[in-house]
Every structure is written in C-alpha cells, then in structure tokens.
C-alpha cells in the first residue's frame, strides 16, 4: 500500500461505546497528525506527533485519546463521545513537523456518535 | 486571532476559467496551500506559495501577495473532474509552527 491509509472508513457509536481509528504511513515521515473536519468548518487540527512524541495538543477534550507507538501508526481512542464529535476525521503525516511541509491525507474516518 | 476567508461556493462551466480567492489575517506567515477534496476523499496538495507572484502548474494557477494577504487559485480548461473543495491553508511561524485551514471553496462544474 501506498500514502495514508484510515480504518475503519465509516464508523457509528453510540455515546457509551469504546472504539479506536487507526491510520497508517507508509511514506517514511517523521511527524503524523489528527483533524477533525466538520460540515461548513475548517480543518481543526486535533493533535501533532513529532518522531513519536506529542508535540501539539490543541485543547482536545480527554474522551479523545492519541496514542503514537512509532514514526508508521497513529491511533485515535474514543470513549464517552458526544453526537457534536459526528465528523470526519483525518489523519495526515509530513516529513517533519514543520508548517512549511507538504501534509499528506488519509481518505478519514466518517464517525457517527448516536 | 488567525482568519481565513474564502468564498463557501462556486460554480462554473466545462472548458471554462474560474478563480478561488482566499484572504487571510495572521499572526506570522511563512506560506500558502491549496489542497483539492473530492467528497468523500483526502485532501491532496496542488500547490504551495512563500514569495509573492503567480506559480503556474498544468491548468493550476496560483498566486500570492504577502502585503495584501491574498491568494487565489486559477482553474483553466475545467473538466468535470475539477467539481471538489478548495481549501486555503496558512503556514504559520509565528509562536507555533502549524497550518491553518479556511472553509474550503465548494467548486461545482457543469457541462
């Protein structure tokens, strides 16, 4: 496989539920991030990791959980979620955690929360 | 605070020209994307400005002026395939290094 891949593409949960989003680089970078992206609302950029370590955390709420085991995966833990967190979200890595290099998408999780 | 604006919808005709403007205030800058999003899709870079001027690439246009804070995005020759969102993004320097996203342009292509 190539780029950015997401899984599960489509997601639906209920408030209670606990479930994870997995994506996965295969382009060799050294920095991954999360963004939520809702209908009429910019990119919101969730979290930032930087050769494994979490360097941005932008006011997350804590029922979303990063988890980075290396420089290929990056996680996103749910629990207790609200139906406002329905969006899409989006995993993107770049070469390094610099604002001048090229991010590159996944295809994102669409999440439901009933 | 940091803004970006750009229009939320465009329409145009097959074969004709369109441009998607973006204006911006920040707080440091250092450039300018433009990612094209098919519904359903991921986003994926079509160009990125740090000087000002126009940077042409195949039918894709781009420019940027750093005085005004604007940028826009030339579509030549439009295809059907050209029907997306246009999202303007900022590279910002300044305090944090990260990227900030406008709305997206939801560009609509008729034949």
């Known amino acids: 496989e190539t780029g950015v891949t997401q899984t599960p593409r489509h997601l639906v949960m209920g408030m209670t539920n606990k479930k994870s989003l997995k994506c996965e680089q295969h382009l060799g970078h050294n920095a991954m991030y999360w963004y939520k992206q809702s209908a009429k609302k910019p990119l919101e950029l969730m979290f930032v990791y930087s050769l494994e370590e979490r360097v941005e955390n932008n006011s997350v709420p804590s029922r979303f959980s990063p988890e980075c085991p290396n420089s290929s995966h990056l996680f996103l833990h749910l629990h207790t979620l609200q139906p406002e967190d329905s969006a899409l979200y989006l995993c993107?890595?770049?070469?390094?955690?610099?604002?001048?290099?090229?991010?590159?998408f996944g295809p994102g999780t669409r999440l439901t929360v009933l | 605070g940091q803004n970006i604006d750009q229009p939320t919808e465009m329409t145009a005709t097959e074969g004709a020209i369109v441009q998607i403007n973006c204006t911006y205030q920040?707080?440091?800058?250092?450039?300018l994307f433009w990612y094209q999003q098919h519904a359903g899709e991921a986003p994926t870079f079509l160009s990125y400005?740090?000087?000002?001027g126009l940077e042409e690439k195949g039918r894709f246009s781009s420019f940027l002026s750093r005085s005004k804070g604007y940028s826009y995005l030339l579509l030549k020759e439009l295809q059907m395939k050209d029907s997306a969102s246009y999202l303007c993004?900022?590279?910002?320097?300044?305090?944090?290094?990260?990227?900030?996203f406008g709305t997206g342009t939801r560009l609509q292509v008729f034949p």
């Open positions: 400005n740090v000087l000002d």
């Open positions: 993107a890595s770049s070469q390094a955690w610099d604002s001048t290099d090229t991010q590159y």
């Open positions: 920040t707080s440091g800058f250092n450039g």
């Open positions: 993004a900022v590279s910002l320097s300044y305090n944090t290094d990260k990227l900030i």
